[in-house]
């Protein structure tokens, strides 16, 4: 049983993905930022249904909080499976955005993703067997109105992954960047009709969170053990 750590763990994606990587036998660590009741409930109820799982809570910009955490954590054993999920937005047109906008979200999906993946790194490695997740998003492919600050650190990841998977290729680590469309879910709500939904995706639906955990879910395997650098798009045909 390999262990698996999933950054913002309970939201919609993040639930999802828990549950899958539990249903592939997998103990799951479901990480919040300040809702561990929230993750609490989901892990009880994952146990209920026979899995392996635990919740642990830290903010992902406080290096040294994440730093303590993990090294918690990895005193049980090494963290094969990271999938780094924590993220948030904060829309404006960056002529009217402000400097807290901007940092705050950088601080999130892109610090974040540093201080979390870094300190598992060696251990990942020692065991031979890893793989590192970005959760990013089609912004940072393509864009999007208001969003230059959430593009900007989504995009990032996709370069950090890249340089990633070349450093730890050789110790059998992949590293892959999973980057959703329009997904169902609190983040997505109300901000898209079912007319605009048509107009953009080709798919003319948006993605259930389900599906998004079934690629990290395969990402995670054996099976994709030669599936590295990669920004894989889970979105209807977007792009």
């Not at 990587?21 to 990480?31: E, P």
């Not at 995706?201 to 690629?215: F, H, I, K, M, Q």
Request: aromatic share 4%; net charge neutral; proline share 3%.
């Amino acid at each position: 049983m390999k262990r698996a750590l999933v950054t913002g763990g309970s939201g919609d994606i993040g639930s999802a993905i828990c549950g899958s990587l539990s249903r592939a036998g997998h103990h799951v660590i479901v990480h919040a930022g300040r809702n561990l009741e929230k993750a609490e409930a989901l892990v009880s109820q994952m146990i209920a249904e026979g899995a392996s799982a635990e919740a642990i809570a830290f903010d992902v910009t406080d290096a040294e909080a994440s730093r303590l955490a993990i090294e918690a954590l990895i005193e049980q054993g090494p963290i094969q499976i990271l999938v780094n999920n924590a993220g948030i937005h904060d829309d404006a047109p960056m002529a009217g955005m402000s400097q807290e906008q901007w940092g705050r979200v950088i601080d999130v999906s892109l610090n974040g993703f540093f201080n979390v993946t870094q300190p598992l790194l060696l251990p990942m490695m020692r065991t031979r067997w890893g793989r590192v997740i970005a959760i990013s998003s089609i912004s940072g492919q393509m864009g999007n109105r208001g969003q230059a600050n959430y593009a900007a650190a989504k995009a990032g990841l996709h370069g950090a992954i890249k340089s990633l998977s070349q450093e730890l290729a050789s110790r059998g680590v992949t590293a892959n960047v999973v980057a959703p469309g329009i997904i169902e879910g609190e983040m997505t709500q109300g901000l898209f009709s079912k007319e605009q939904v048509r107009q953009r995706v080709p798919a003319n639906r948006t993605g259930r969170p389900e599906e998004v955990a079934s690629l990290v879910r395969f990402l995670a395997s054996e099976e994709a053990g030669y599936i590295s650098s990669q920004v894989i798009g889970i979105n209807g045909g977007m792009a």
